[in-house]
């Protein structure tokens, strides 16, 4: 059972790591079609929300992670 959360933990840790690299290398994913020019505020506060959560997500890894040391 503890290696099943140590695992939960692992992957918490490295999904956001490797979707914020994948933003990162491919911004074109967060503009719709359509609206290049017209949505400055909107791409910016759906990166926000981005940030936060993959932020969220990592730190419920750590802790799972440092729960089961």
Avoid: H
């Avoid at 956001?16 to 909107?42: F, H, M, Q, R, T």
């Amino acid at each position: 059972m503890d290696n099943k959360y140590k695992l939960l933990g692992i992957l918490c840790i490295t999904i956001p790591i490797l979707s914020a690299i994948y933003i990162l290398l491919n911004s074109e994913i967060l503009v719709p079609k359509g609206y290049n020019l017209a949505i400055d505020g909107y791409v910016i506060s759906r990166n926000l929300m981005i940030i936060f959560l993959l932020y969220l997500l990592s730190k419920l890894g750590y802790f799972l992670y440092s729960q089961l040391k």
